[in-house]
């Protein structure tokens, strides 16, 4: 149900955006630090909202539907955000485009995947590049104005977040060339796909897509 509690805390990864956007738009000490904050709270919410889901035994197909577009809405925002600012330190633009174009690559092989009912399983190597990933977001979300706010200026902010997000590329090219391998042993198959339902069951408006 829409309601259930891992399903609000995936909805909220959503609901958190325009907030983050907002507070990256006043380009103010505190709003960086706050964006920082929003980030990383709604970050946390996608390793709380699968391990409740699991404790409950309630894991549903909504959840298994929003779950990935959460997070990957999040991520986009997030890497926009510091793009269109000029927020992302010397070369680190480079690796934002290779997450992005990882982000894409995995959700086009889970749509395919998905018409052979065949599931594409996260490795425990994808769970460490999203933790690089969303700690290197944050960190760069607050950047050095943000650490001053937070009496951390002290720190490379800068220098730690562009480290995180490289860390995270490197991640991304190996989750991302075991994802493709994984899609293409299945495609030389030559699986027929499952059969689509009728035009007269699919929801109005949807065009018949996933």
Known sequence: MPTDLPNLL????????????????????????AACFVFSIAAITDYFDGKIARQRQTVSGLGRMLDPIADKLLVAAALMLLAGLGRLPGLSLYPAILIMLREILVSGLREYLAELRIGLPVTRLAKWKTGFQMGALGTLLAGETG?????????PVALIG????????????????????????????????APRAPAAERRPGSLGQP
């Open 10 to 33: 995936t909805l909220s990864r959503i609901a958190a955006i325009p907030l983050l956007v907002a507070l990256v738009a006043l380009r103010t000490p505190w709003g960086d630090a």
């Open 147 to 155: 650490a001053a706010v937070l009496h951390l200026s002290f720190l």
């Open 162 to 193: 562009e480290a995180m997000l490289w860390t995270a590329a490197a991640l991304t090219l190996l989750t991302g060339w075991d994802y493709l391998t994984a899609g293409l042993r299945h495609a030389g198959r030559n699986t027929p796909p």
